[in-house]
T-cell receptor, first 118, second 112 residues
């Protein structure tokens, strides 16, 4: 399968614990995005990388959240001291370049990592 | 920032009928409008998109229209089939696509 891969698919944790999600984008896609999706809502932008550089972060990304893409390939999203409000689906997407009007357009999403904080 | 509103939140149609989902956006700088389909347990998948230099685009049973003046765009699905049942999201973005702003989704049910 050459699509975007996310791991784990499901994570249940207790409040206060740290969790880490991994995303493997489609190979040769140099842009990688993290989105958060809560029940009944659309995906909300968290951050994106161009190669290994983190170029933009949403104000939704509090200081308990950190994302990395150390070699410009896979990425990790870590949430420290989880809170119940962090319960959501965390979606990763990748594109080969610009994704907007000047680019290819399409975000290729993974199937997401669902986090439940008890 | 951009605000995308989507209506209706739920939609049920009989198989073979048409379905229409409408979205409005607030930022006049937005010039790229994709539609994504999300099936249960899966990530969103692009089904059609439109750029602001075009007023309408069609791909088989799916069409999207854009009214830049009124800042609204719509998804039209004709001859609906049960496999069209899913959640549909509209989104708005700009030239660079650094961020996409998604609507809240429409849960479409096609009744056989």
């Amino acid at each position: 399968d050459t699509g975007v891969s996310q791991d784990p698919r499901h994570k249940i944790t207790k409040r206060g614990q740290n969790v880490t999600f991994r995303c493997d984008p489609i190979s040769e896609h140099n842009r990688l995005y993290w989105y958060r999706q809560t029940l009944g809502q659309g995906p909300e932008f968290l951050t994106y990388f161009q190669n290994e550089a983190q170029l933009e972060k949403s104000r939704l990304l509090s200081d308990r959240f950190s994302a990395e893409r150390p070699k410009g390939s896979f990425s990790t999203l870590e949430i420290q001291r989880t809170e119940q409000g962090d319960s959501a689906m965390y979606l990763c997407a990748s594109t080969p370049g610009l994704a907007g009007a000047l680019g290819t357009g399409e975000l290729f999403f993974g199937e997401g990592s669902r986090l439940t904080v008890l | 920032g951009e605000n995308v509103e989507q209506h209706p939140s739920t939609l049920s149609v009989q198989e073979g009928d048409s379905a229409v989902i409408k979205c409005t956006y607030s930022d006049s700088a937005s010039n790229y409008f994709p539609w994504y389909k999300q099936e249960l347990g899966k990530g969103p998948q692009l089904i059609i998109d439109i750029r602001s230099n075009v007023g309408e685009k069609k791909d088989q049973r799916i069409a999207v229209t854009l009214n830049k003046t009124a800042k609204h765009f719509s998804l039209h699905i004709t001859e609906t089939q049960p496999e069209d049942s899913a959640v549909y999201f509209c989104a708005a973005g700009t030239n660079t696509g650094n961020q996409f702003y998604f609507g809240t989704g429409t849960s479409l049910t096609v009744i056989p």
